[in-house]
């Protein structure tokens, strides 16, 4: 068994979230800068085995996709050639950074933090990763 990976991709940060090995529970595991994310995959999958990714799909509230979308899908590309064992899906990503804020802002961290980017980014990953296994166990 391994692990479910959800990748809230950003031209600066990506936020990352993994599940337990059951696929039971999404938690958020890291905020990368998005030119070290390869690196990042390199050294995480040595250590773990991941099955699957989900990549949010960045859409507005008409549906359309964000401008995002060209580098997200540059990003899957690359990912596919050098990972050809590890199936990418999509989750739509609508309203998961302001969820994160919220949720964020009800944790009781400090107004700075609740400001931090990086943490807006890994908890929005945990979110679509959440999402997405509510999805598959319908």
């Known amino acids: 068994m391994g ?11 990506t936020g990352i979230a993994v599940t337990d090995d059951l696929k039971m529970i999404a938690s ?4 990368v800068e998005t030119v070290k994310l390869f690196d990042f995959f390199k ?9 699957a990714v989900v990549v949010g799909l960045p859409t507005d509230l008409q549906g359309k996709v964000s401008e995002v979308e060209s580098d ?3 990003f899957i590309s690359v990912f596919e050639k050098q990972h050809p ?3 990418v899906h999509r989750m739509d990503e609508r309203f998961t ?8 802002s009800q944790s009781g961290k400090s107004k700075k933090k609740r400001q931090e980017k990086g943490l807006i980014d890994k908890v929005s990953a ?3 990763l ?7 166990q319908k």
């Open 3 to 13: 692990q479910m990976m959800a990748i809230d991709y950003g031209k600066k940060r």
């Open 28 to 31: 958020g595991l890291e905020t």
């Open 43 to 51: 050294s995480y999958f040595t250590h773990h085995k991941v099955e």
């Open 72 to 74: 997200i899908l540059e």
């Open 85 to 87: 064992g590890i199936d």
């Open 97 to 104: 950074s302001k969820m994160a804020s919220f949720y964020i």
């Open 126 to 128: 945990t979110i679509i």
């Open 130 to 136: 959440q999402n997405f296994l509510e999805q598959i």
